[in-house]
């Protein structure tokens, strides 16, 4: 009996039959995997983005007539650019517009976000007020811009309105077709943009570090300046990124808000294009390129804006 019971396994184990392992195909790196997941923007971007860069760079080194191009490598473009007075005043115009709505836009989108983010306590009437915000992005650029014209006109509203209160003899000329138009007209554009990024610093703010503040004995004032604003610079960085790069290519805004009687660099160049001088405009486009570059490198470097990334 005990030999029978000792033979029986042996037995079954000789007449199993062996199993087949499961082959396993080559393993893809970990670095390979990355590489494969960013090439589908890494193409999206080099074809719609980095493409017409470099075509730009190329085309401002062409020579042209009122023809043809032709192509080659030849430095006036640029000497034309750096050499000419009024290109200067253009870029340096350029600039005051940037920086005035900028400041103007900061000042304004940092209440306002500041409003929707301590003031209103709900959710829901977050979302309601700052829907009420984006309303005027469901029309044109154009038409919101020209919506100014009746209204700073010198028989507009507000014209009218300081001729009946008495506040002045005449229309005053200054409002409409000048560089307060244009500022007007772009902070009115822009100043969303500022909005939204200070908005979605703000929110997310621990509310328990302004409590611990208030308990501390902090002012108002000190909890404004000392914890909110340091949080909020990121959502400040990325706005000013969007209005700066946004107001330093706006052309059509300085065309029809100042009659004419202003210029910008984006102006320059559509003027430029419209005259078939398109590597002239190429190393305009390439100037600017590099100036909006540096600003934002400026702001990279004093903001660390990763955090809102």
Known sequence: MANDK???????TANAKP???ARKGPKLSAGLISWLQAAPLAVI???????PLILIAVVSF???????MYPGFYTFNYAETFGSWVTWKTYLNTVKYAAMVWGITLV?????????????RTAAMQTILFLICTVPFLTSNIIRMISWIPVLGRHGIVNSALVNAGIVSEPVEWLLYSDFAVVLAMVHLYTLFMVVPIFNSLVRIDRALIEAARDAGAS???ILTNIIIPLAKPGMAIGTIFVVTLVMADFITVLVMSGGQSASVALMMRNQMSLLQYPGAAANAVVLLIVVLMMVAGILRVVDIRKEL
């Open 62 to 68: 062409w020579d042209y007539d009122f023809a043809m």
């Open 220 to 222: 108002g004032v000190q």
């Open 45 to 51: 971007l080099g074809v719609f983005l980095v493409l």
């Open 108 to 120: 304004i989108g940092f209440w306002v976000a500041y409003f929707l983010a301590f003031h209103i």
């Open 6 to 12: 000792t033979d029986e396994p042996m037995t079954t």
């Open 19 to 21: 199993q087949k392992r």
